[in-house]
């Protein structure tokens, strides 16, 4: 008996970890898969990513909102995905960025091109740019 819940946990503790990812469309969007940090990328660069030192971070798993900010909050984003998060799939997401030098809202439809465990790797081919969210644990 203890045998079969053993197997039956390491079964599912393998599933659940793996990582599902699409391959790329763009040069663009291969280099962001790449990245493992938590954050706002764009044209496969880094723009900002989540460090415990200088940022807070913010997630609302039930609303499926999560936000990155500085200290000062005048450098962040946050992202609430409007629609079901699921690997593969479009989603519509509604995201406020602000920089040193961008202050933009979007309403987009983007693509979950990667899932490792709690992990989301949400990518918008139009405007090469994507997020790295966590819902949960």
Known sequence: MNRKVLMLSLITLLVTSCTQVRPPHSIEEEKFCNYTELGFYNE?????????????????????EFRIQ????????DIKVLSTLRFG???????????QRVNNHYILKSDVVKVQNNKYWIWNEEYKSGVIIQFGL
């Not at 807070?56 to 039930?62: A, L, R, T, V």
């Open 70 to 77: 500085n200290d000062n909050q005048d450098i962040f984003f």
């Open 44 to 64: 496969g660069r880094p723009l900002i990513v989540y460090d415990k030192y200088q940022h807070q971070i913010s997630i609302n798993s039930q609303r499926k």
């Open 89 to 99: 799939e479009s989603v519509n997401c509604d995201l406020h960025l602000k920089t």
